[in-house]
């Protein structure tokens, strides 16, 4: 099994020292097709691996959890021919 840590902020800001975006909300990408929590996808993935996802859970709905999946959907949207399962 392959993990990838996209985030595990509750928010997202920059590093003062390194000059960009340092910090991501949680997520999670398992074996390169689930996402765990969708805090931060599109900005921590290329379009290729955006077009690979194929299911996206949710420990729970706050915000530093769920608010990647609207820009997925929008990013998806016309590019994937199998609907994203999101529980």
């Not at 990838?4 to 390169?32: A, C, D, M, R």
């Not at 997925?72 to 609907?83: D, H, V, W």
Request: net charge positive; proline share 3%.
């Amino acid at each position: 099994m392959q993990i990838k840590v996209l985030g595990g902020y509750g928010s997202e800001f920059y590093s003062v020292e390194k000059g960009k975006k340092q910090y991501h909300p949680t997520g999670f990408l398992i074996n390169q097709s689930i996402v765990l929590d969708a805090g931060t996808i599109c900005g921590a993935l290329p379009l290729t691996a955006l077009t690979e996802i194929r299911a996206v859970f949710f420990t729970h709905a706050h915000l530093d959890h769920i608010r990647g999946l609207a820009y997925l959907a929008e990013t998806l949207f016309g590019r994937i021919s199998q609907p994203v399962c999101v529980l």
